[in-house]
Protein backbone atom coordinates (compact mmCIF):
# COMPACT_ATOMS: atom_id res chain seq x y z
CA UNK A 1 0.00 0.00 0.00
CA UNK A 2 0.92 3.66 -0.80
CA UNK A 3 0.15 6.82 1.12
CA UNK A 4 0.48 9.89 -1.31
CA UNK A 5 1.45 13.12 0.42
CA UNK A 6 1.70 16.00 -1.85
CA UNK A 7 3.41 19.41 -0.84
CA UNK A 8 4.93 22.89 -3.04
CA UNK A 9 1.87 24.24 -3.79
CA UNK A 10 1.47 28.22 -3.57
CA UNK A 11 0.84 31.62 -5.65
CA UNK A 12 2.63 32.13 -8.04
CA UNK A 13 2.41 35.20 -10.87
CA UNK A 14 1.11 33.81 -14.64
CA UNK A 15 4.26 33.08 -16.45
CA UNK A 16 6.22 31.53 -13.39
CA UNK A 17 7.44 28.16 -12.17
CA UNK A 18 6.16 25.84 -9.18
CA UNK A 19 7.64 22.33 -8.61
CA UNK A 20 5.14 19.94 -6.63
CA UNK A 21 6.63 17.03 -4.72
CA UNK A 22 4.95 13.69 -3.61
CA UNK A 23 6.30 11.54 -0.63
CA UNK A 24 4.82 8.21 -0.81
CA UNK A 25 5.42 5.91 2.16
CA UNK A 26 5.45 1.99 1.34
CA UNK A 27 7.70 -0.58 0.41
CA UNK A 28 5.90 -0.66 -3.05
CA UNK A 29 6.77 2.80 -4.44
CA UNK A 30 9.14 2.03 -6.52
CA UNK A 31 6.69 -0.79 -8.61
CA UNK A 32 3.65 1.73 -8.54
CA UNK A 33 2.54 3.96 -11.64
CA UNK A 34 2.28 7.16 -9.96
CA UNK A 35 -0.55 10.04 -11.56
CA UNK A 36 -0.91 14.37 -11.19
CA UNK A 37 -4.55 15.18 -10.92
CA UNK A 38 -5.81 18.47 -10.76
CA UNK A 39 -8.93 19.93 -10.19
CA UNK A 40 -10.50 23.62 -10.21
CA UNK A 41 -13.21 25.09 -8.91
CA UNK A 42 -16.31 24.24 -10.34
CA UNK A 43 -14.85 21.43 -12.46
CA UNK A 44 -14.31 18.05 -12.61
CA UNK A 45 -11.20 16.37 -11.43
CA UNK A 46 -8.93 16.17 -14.63
CA UNK A 47 -6.04 14.63 -15.55
CA UNK A 48 -2.12 16.23 -15.83
CA UNK A 49 0.46 13.70 -16.31
CA UNK A 50 1.80 10.09 -15.26
CA UNK A 51 5.10 8.18 -15.23
CA UNK A 52 5.38 4.21 -15.12
CA UNK A 53 7.09 2.38 -12.09
CA UNK A 54 10.77 3.30 -13.79
CA UNK A 55 9.93 6.34 -15.24
CA UNK A 56 10.52 5.01 -18.85
CA UNK A 57 7.02 5.74 -19.59
CA UNK A 58 5.75 9.43 -19.42
CA UNK A 59 2.32 10.83 -20.73
CA UNK A 60 0.43 14.43 -20.60
CA UNK A 61 -2.52 16.01 -20.59
CA UNK A 62 -2.49 18.53 -24.01
CA UNK A 63 -3.30 21.25 -22.02
CA UNK A 64 0.09 20.94 -20.19
CA UNK A 65 2.77 19.58 -22.95
CA UNK A 66 5.76 21.56 -23.22
CA UNK A 67 5.12 23.05 -19.98
CA UNK A 68 4.77 20.28 -17.37
CA UNK A 69 7.23 17.53 -16.28
CA UNK A 70 7.00 14.70 -14.04
CA UNK A 71 9.80 12.63 -12.85
CA UNK A 72 10.34 10.07 -9.97
CA UNK A 73 13.34 9.36 -7.52
CA UNK A 74 12.69 5.18 -6.42
CA UNK A 75 15.62 6.06 -4.02
CA UNK A 76 13.33 8.59 -2.23
CA UNK A 77 9.80 7.00 -2.64
CA UNK A 78 8.63 10.63 -4.19
CA UNK A 79 7.53 11.93 -7.86
CA UNK A 80 7.84 15.52 -9.21
CA UNK A 81 5.85 17.94 -11.16
CA UNK A 82 7.99 20.66 -12.63
CA UNK A 83 5.14 23.10 -13.70
CA UNK A 84 6.72 25.72 -15.86
CA UNK A 85 4.99 28.90 -17.71
CA UNK A 86 2.27 28.73 -15.73
CA UNK A 87 -1.39 30.38 -16.40
CA UNK A 88 -3.97 30.94 -14.47
CA UNK A 89 -6.54 28.53 -15.65
CA UNK A 90 -3.93 26.30 -14.86
CA UNK A 91 -5.31 27.29 -10.99
CA UNK A 92 -6.54 24.23 -9.05
CA UNK A 93 -5.88 21.77 -6.23
CA UNK A 94 -3.22 19.11 -7.58
CA UNK A 95 -3.26 15.34 -6.49
CA UNK A 96 -0.54 12.81 -6.54
CA UNK A 97 -2.16 9.31 -7.19
CA UNK A 98 -0.32 5.65 -7.00
CA UNK A 99 -1.70 2.58 -9.18
CA UNK A 100 -0.19 -1.09 -8.70
CA UNK A 101 -0.56 -1.37 -12.21
CA UNK A 102 2.06 -1.16 -14.88
CA UNK A 103 0.20 0.61 -17.63
CA UNK A 104 -0.12 4.37 -17.28
CA UNK A 105 -4.18 5.72 -17.13
CA UNK A 106 -5.11 8.81 -17.49
CA UNK A 107 -7.81 7.38 -15.31
CA UNK A 108 -8.24 8.90 -11.60
CA UNK A 109 -10.12 5.58 -11.12
CA UNK A 110 -7.43 3.93 -11.57
CA UNK A 111 -5.12 4.83 -9.09
CA UNK A 112 -5.74 3.00 -5.61
CA UNK A 113 -4.34 5.43 -3.49
CA UNK A 114 -4.56 9.12 -3.95
CA UNK A 115 -3.37 12.08 -1.72
CA UNK A 116 -5.23 15.20 -0.05
CA UNK A 117 -4.10 17.63 -2.61
CA UNK A 118 -2.01 21.17 -2.85
CA UNK A 119 -3.72 24.22 -3.95
CA UNK A 120 -1.73 26.37 -6.52
CA UNK A 121 -3.02 29.43 -7.35
CA UNK A 122 -1.45 31.89 -10.55
CA UNK A 123 -2.27 35.28 -10.77
CA UNK A 124 -3.02 36.61 -13.96
Known amino acids: QVQPVESGGGLVQAGGSLRLSCAASGRTFSSNTMGWFRQAPGKEREFVAT????????LYADSVKGRFTISRDNTKNAVYLQMNSLKPEDTAVYYCAASPSPSISRNYNSYAFRGQGTQVTVAS
Open 51 to 58: ISWNGGRT
